[in-house]
């Protein structure tokens, strides 16, 4: 089993456009049993846009946060002591537990010496199983409206990506946008990110961003650039300046954004953007050792 990430600083960019045509493109080749592509963009899951499959699994996702036990309290005030996030509030005569703020670190509960805070479910979300052919599977997980918290998703969702992997299977996770705690959660220990950008000064910018904190967290990583064409040059300057792999580059058509506005893969129309996919693919094979 291989992961690898595809994400950015910034939306727009491209992220699901990679990741659907990546995917699509090696579960044609030879070189894995399966492919299996995870939407970890949990609040605005779009990879399903342009995968039709079969639903094979569907399951709510669960996280774990205290509940106050009245009768066993005794208002020790230990707990709300503890708690590093605020996600519990002494009130003189009772204890206020604030799910949404709850990191599910368990110090609350393990630490209470009533066992007044037990753990227990509350609901975070939904998770979706596609098969899309023979060889790939799609992945997709949603938030409810209202959850604050993505990162307990997408862990949840990466471990169940993970259960379903055989051997010779190659994981693709389609991160959220930025360089925040539910992007950091969707990349971490993977194989390879690629780090997919486009040729404008806001792309740039956030490029850098995204690059800082792959070094920090000293993630391999490379870059694809996006709509790629005569404004190459900063983003050329800035990889060969800071030696950053360039895996590949997808020429900017308006084809292509025909073809993503009807929801189409753009391998399956568009012969520059497979040939750009394929060698995009061929790189990664190859610099990776995947």
């Given at each position: 089993?291989?992961?690898?990430?595809?994400?950015?600083g910034?939306?727009?960019?491209?992220?699901?456009?990679?990741?659907?045509?990546?995917?699509?493109?090696?579960?044609?080749?030879?070189?894995?049993?399966?492919?299996?592509?995870?939407?970890?963009d949990?609040e605005?899951?779009?990879?399903?846009?342009?995968l039709n499959?079969?639903?094979?699994?569907?399951?709510?996702?669960?996280?774990?946060?205290?509940?106050?036990d009245?009768?066993?309290?005794?208002?020790?005030?230990?707990?709300?002591?503890?708690?590093?996030?605020?996600?519990?509030a002494?009130?003189?005569?009772?204890v206020?537990?604030?799910?949404?703020?709850c990191?599910?670190?368990y110090?609350?509960?393990?630490?209470?010496?009533?066992?007044?805070?037990?753990?227990?479910?509350?609901?975070?979300?939904?998770l979706?199983?596609?098969?899309v052919s023979?060889?790939?599977?799609?992945?997709?997980s949603?938030?409810d409206?209202?959850?604050?918290?993505?990162v307990?998703?997408?862990?949840?969702?990466?471990?169940?990506?993970?259960?379903?992997?055989?051997?010779?299977?190659?994981?693709?996770?389609?991160?959220?946008?930025?360089?925040?705690?539910?992007?950091?959660?969707?990349?971490?220990?993977?194989?390879?990110?690629?780090?997919?950008?486009?040729?404008?000064?806001?792309?740039?910018?956030?490029?850098?961003?995204?690059?800082?904190?792959?070094?920090?967290?000293?993630?391999p990583?490379?870059?694809?650039l996006?709509?790629?064409?005569?404004?190459d040059?900063?983003?050329?300057?800035?990889?060969?300046?800071?030696?950053?792999?360039?895996?590949?580059?997808?020429?900017?058509?308006?084809?292509a954004?025909?073809?993503?506005?009807?929801?189409?893969?753009?391998?399956d129309s568009?012969?520059e953007?497979?040939?750009?996919?394929?060698?995009?693919?061929?790189n990664?094979?190859?610099?990776?050792?995947?």
């Amino acid at each position: 089993m291989i992961e690898i990430a595809i994400a950015s600083g910034k939306g727009g960019t491209g992220k699901t456009t990679l990741s659907v045509n990546l995917a699509s493109l090696l579960a044609s080749q030879e070189a894995f049993d399966k492919i299996i592509i995870c939407d970890l963009d949990v609040e605005e899951p779009n990879s399903g846009l342009f995968l039709n499959g079969d639903l094979i699994h569907k399951e709510v996702k669960y996280r774990m946060v205290p509940q106050w036990d009245e009768e066993r309290c005794t208002l020790c005030k230990r707990c709300a002591n503890i708690c590093e996030f605020n996600a519990i509030a002494f009130l003189g005569i009772s204890v206020l537990v604030f799910p949404e703020l709850c990191h599910s670190c368990y110090a609350c509960s393990e630490l209470c010496p009533e066992d007044a805070l037990p753990m227990v479910e509350h609901r975070m979300g939904e998770l979706k199983h596609y098969k899309v052919s023979d060889k790939l599977e799609f992945i997709e997980s949603r938030l409810d409206i209202g959850v604050e918290q993505a990162v307990p998703l997408i862990a949840s969702s990466r471990e169940y990506a993970r259960n379903i992997a055989t051997e010779n299977t190659l994981l693709i996770y389609d991160a959220p946008p930025g360089t925040s705690c539910p992007v950091i959660e969707a990349v971490k220990n993977t194989k390879k990110t690629i780090l997919i950008t486009e040729p404008t000064p806001f792309g740039l910018h956030d490029l850098t961003l995204a690059v800082e904190t792959m070094q920090e967290m000293k993630q391999p990583f490379g870059v694809v650039l996006n709509r790629s064409g005569e404004n190459d040059n900063k983003v050329d300057e800035y990889c060969n300046t800071n030696n950053i792999e360039m895996i590949g580059k997808i020429p900017f058509m308006r084809d292509a954004a025909v073809a993503y506005s009807n929801g189409k893969l753009m391998i399956d129309s568009i012969p520059e953007i497979k040939n750009a996919i394929t060698t995009i693919a061929n790189n990664l094979l190859k610099e990776a050792a995947l």
